[in-house]
């Protein structure tokens, strides 16, 4: 016992599981600045994008059709289908389609999913009790907030141990969430966060299975739970986070509370949430940035290309070094498939990662010709790419930072498109259209 | 024991999820002697008097009230009442009552209370799909072995570390019953071992609150919902439990494979459970059963008791330190509480842990009079307990095991006074009695 954590325990943490209900509960709506309500706007958004992207993969059928042996009654929204179903299992299946194609918003500091948890238990939430939009941005707001800050707290040891994060972190976000959209007042909330701080959610293992998307809709269903449970009189520890036996420094060597304390309610992580312009890992989107760029601005066609090379950081190859997928799955494992569609459609979203897409004889014949340097003086978020032509001319860039990163944001109008690339086929073009402008259109503080 | 996992990852375990998968599907209806069958029978009859007893406790009402929220189904039973809901919440609740009295079954040497989540599990789901009798044994004995092995392998590390060891193992069990039940293949029950291992519920910190019956609840819930999902295809990790970032090697520093198969389908960790005499947690049995043998044994009364010195192990002032219970949940968490029900009552059931008890004045002058002294010399089943009357007579005895442990095991008639005590209040004492025989009647394989 003697390298437990039990031997470091610390008794004087300060009490987080009151201060963070406190803020849930107190912080004004709308209670930032404009340029964090304008990032919640686009949270929200491209959680919803994301949704109806997958509404009717094979992962959201199956999770669906498990429900639906329990008989739901049809009080929330499945997002992009007719079924509605309990609010706590429309919690769960938004949360798998938010994140079944691993396309949705990034914390980058503890690489925390933070909608899915936190909207798709707010979202289930408000649409049964028919809550207002502004409700639903200042509860998925505060609730983001939690969840990033916890995060914060417990990164990195509580990620290399094994947990996926977003959903060992997404319960608490969930329940502060819904405990300020159902009115609770601060003590409740503290048990909604006590009652969340014993389910947390999902391990790495579970990576490339269905249970990854999994793990943010567990997350939202159990915070969603937690606060009715708390709205109902159920009580927890007061100090259910906190204490040396509560869940963070059960589930974590690495407590550094002021990660949550410092600047609550004055510095936002809600703030800097990011959007994967391409449907694949974070690893790779450098090089396809390069390739898009180069595509754009030099005005080639694939079939003049002789050869391309990526300079990139050994992580890459190491985790998308697949170089002859045959399936959509395996192309979001080949920096090489990725690179090939870049080039070739400017673009590396749901449909360039398709079956159709990584078995075409003209993507598998540029994908032939792309070659992948491993080089450890390159930075994780950075890309060469060199294109040679048949003519003998070559291209070249460097890529510092891949677009969707903090340093160079997606547009509001590049997460349009992405948005309207997964919305369109299901809603229909003209009502996706729509569907987006009310969505980004500015919620004025309630 | 290393301070991190990752360090020493072991990238060479067996595989665990395969192995108890083909064990909870292949291994024959009553394929255990008749010692273990019979415990099976005591330890679903003991399950359904706890859930009984607490079927009006308050904890039960908060958490069916937010549970009545979703509108659930009416397909199964919530033991002790008129409602019925969805089979997931009945696991839940059926689960949160069971446990609310803290009064339900031990695996000794985990600390796991196996029936709350697997029993709750099984039942749910046998009483919606009108599974018979034999059919709940078998699978919720295979589930107590899948639990109880799992916590074999990382007991005690991951227990020290804060983990409620019930929860945090239960939905594994519940999930090897779900299977069972719903006839799943070894594929599938793979899976649904898998969805589960990323659902572990509970920290210790929860001790004292509602929450903390809610773990065995809330894993009853989780490996039900795994079983369904794997049923309709959902896919999880094939080594979701022993791989480097699995459950396992993320939520404990030790993993002794050989604890899980070792033996497996031959030696029974289920034929090894025991059933609390006393209401309150397991390591202050064997001071309460001390108290509780002067009483008898030396016919003195409360008010001649002048101090009362106990001598235990380290971990029951850790766990059961509270000096001055206010209220009757305190009351369990209190050695000096439940040595002075000892000693003035002779048992230490659910009554001696009411509020009314616990703020009795007889008992708060008696209490105040109990010492505890913590030492690392005795073991954890021991007790030495003096008492010195004011007469100056001093009285002691040293309880090498408590009733209700392994070497002193409740007899079949005990327990059923204990079932009676329970369930008389709810059912009437006739049909207490009645279902009692139906319960402990042997069952014959199918």
Redesign the interface.
């Known amino acids: 016992?003697?390298?437990?954590?039990?031997v470091q325990a610390d008794h004087h943490a300060p009490p987080i599981t009151r201060i963070l209900a406190e803020f849930a509960v107190n912080h004004p709506s709308r209670g930032w600045g404009a340029a964090v309500d304008h990032e919640a706007h686009r949270t929200f958004a491209n959680w919803v994008g994301c949704a109806l992207g997958a509404a009717r993969h094979?992962?959201v059928e199956?999770?669906l059709?498990?429900v639906m042996?329990?008989?739901?009654?049809p009080?929330s929204c499945v997002i992009g289908r007719s079924e509605r179903v309990?609010?706590?299992s429309a919690a769960l299946i938004n949360g798998i389609s938010s994140h079944t194609f691993d396309f949705d918003d990034t914390h980058l500091k503890t690489i925390i999913h933070p909608a899915g948890p936190v909207a798709s238990a707010t979202y289930a939430l408000a649409d049964f009790y028919k809550l207002s939009r502004r409700q639903v941005l200042d509860a998925m707001t505060l609730g983001i907030e939690v969840s990033c800050r916890v995060g914060n707290c417990i990164y990195p040891?509580h990620y290399?141990?094994?947990?996926?994060i977003t959903?060992s972190t997404g319960m608490l976000g969930a329940a502060a969430a819904c405990a300020r959209l159902l009115g609770l007042n601060v003590d409740q909330t503290q048990m909604a966060l006590?009652?969340a701080?014993?389910?947390?959610?999902?391990?790495?293992?579970?990576f490339?299975?269905?249970?990854k998307p999994?793990?943010p809709g567990?997350a939202a269903k159990a915070g969603l739970?937690s606060a009715?449970?708390a709205?109902?009189?159920?009580?927890?520890?007061q100090?259910?986070l906190e204490?040396?036996?509560?869940?963070i420094?059960?589930?974590s060597?690495k407590s550094d509370w002021r990660e949550i304390t410092e600047g609550l309610g004055e510095r936002w992580e809600a703030g800097l949430n990011t959007y994967k312009p391409f449907a694949c890992g974070i690893v790779a989107h450098p090089s396809i940035d390069g390739c898009a760029q180069l595509r754009r601005d030099r005005g080639f066609v694939g079939s003049e290309i002789e050869r391309v090379t990526l300079r990139v950081h050994p992580l890459v190859l190491e985790l998308m070094g697949k170089k002859t997928p045959r399936i959509g799955l395996e192309g979001k494992f080949s920096v090489f498939h990725a690179a090939a569609v870049g080039l070739l459609f400017g673009k590396a979203g749901i449909r360039e990662f398709s079956d159709e897409i990584v078995q075409n004889p003209e993507v598998i014949a540029l994908r032939d010709r792309v070659a992948a340097i491993s080089d450890p003086s390159m930075r994780e978020e950075s890309a060469d790419v060199t294109v040679e032509l048949k003519s003998g001319v070559s291209h070249h860039v460097f890529v510092r930072h891949a677009v969707g990163s903090l340093e160079v944001p997606m547009s509001d109008d590049q997460l349009r498109q992405k948005f309207i690339d997964q919305a369109g086929p299901v809603l229909g073009l003209e009502a996706a259209e729509r569907e987006w402008e009310g969505l980004i259109t500015p919620c004025a503080a309630a």
Chains 1, 2 share one sequence.
């Open positions: 016992m003697t390298l437990n954590t039990q094979e992962t199956s999770a059709s498990a042996l329990l008989d739901p009654s009080q309990d609010m706590a040891d290399d141990r094994g947990w996926h959903g006590g009652i701080a014993s389910q947390p959610v999902g391990v790495r293992e579970q490339g299975t269905m249970t999994f793990h567990a739970m009715l449970l709205s109902r009189g159920f009580t927890a520890s100090r259910a204490a040396p036996r509560g869940l420094q059960t589930y060597d």
